[in-house]
């Protein structure tokens, strides 16, 4: 908001801000009174006369980059044709914090017969900086994992997965090949996954999977005599 707050009026008011990298206009910039335009990441606005005692209002609507992380800095001023008498209060800056958000996904696949997937997916809108999976098996298996992001770890009957930066809507992919003791017929899975961000559905962070050894049939020729 840009006011008038001296005894007269204020003529040829133009008004800037620098807008943020982070920062996207999508929509046409408004104003309560005169025209606005951007270039370069500089909103302009020839906002005219601005009579004593009232003020104008310019709205900038956009989008927040995804990557962006803590808060977003701007700087706005106003000159007008008129003589000043507080200059000072002529630039502000402004700092906004920011919330990151996103919604973390795991399911499962099977690949192919002995292999199991969980897919990782960052439904947006804020990329996470550390997503983890951890995947809960039982005894009488062997596993060895793959991944398409970051580094696996088996601590125990876990798998600790260190999937780091996930850009919003990407996918990282852990694929584990599964070998079966004597005897033991199939294994179930559970996995979770995390990350440091602030998280709204907290229902499809979990998944749990089934696996089952295929045995092989031979079939003998019978000969009646």
């Known amino acids: 908001m840009v006011a008038n707050n001296g005894l007269s ?4 008011v133009v008004f800037t801000n620098n807008v943020p990298k982070q920062f996207t206009i999508l ?31 310019v709205l900038i609507r956009g989008r927040i980059d995804s990557r962006a992380i803590t808060e ?4 706005a001023s106003v000159v007008s044709a008129a003589n000043e008498a507080n200059p000072a209060d002529n630039s502000n800056k402004n700092i906004t914090s920011l919330i990151r ?9 099977i690949p192919a017969a002995g292999y199991l997937q969980f897919i990782v997916s960052n439904l947006g809108p804020s990329e996470s900086q550390a997503a983890q999976l951890v995947i809960s098996m ?3 298996i062997n596993v060895q994992v793959q ?20 850009a919003s809507m990407e996918q ?15 294994a179930d899975f559970q996995a979770t ?16 999977a089934s696996l089952s050894q295929i045995k092989s049939v031979i079939y003998l020729p019978m000969v009646v005599r």
Request: net charge negative; aromatic share 0%.
């Open 147 to 166: 991944t398409t992001h970051g580094a696996c770890a088996t601590v125990g009957r876990q798998i600790v997965c260190d999937i780091g930066l996930l």
């Open 72 to 75: 977003l800095n701007s700087t």
């Open 27 to 57: 929509t046409s910039l408004t104003a309560s009174q005169g025209s606005c335009s951007a270039l370069h990441g500089v909103v302009t606005c020839q906002l005219g006369t601005i009579v004593a005692g009232s003020s104008a209002e």
């Open 101 to 109: 958000r996103n919604d973390l996904k795991v399911t499962s696949t």
């Open 193 to 208: 996954v995390r990350g440091g961000e602030n998280d709204p559905r907290l229902e499809n962070n979990m998944t749990e």
């Open 9 to 12: 009026d204020a003529s040829h």
């Open 138 to 140: 039982p005894e009488d």
């Open 172 to 186: 990282a992919r852990i694929t584990l090949q599964v070998s079966f003791d004597p005897g033991t017929l199939s």
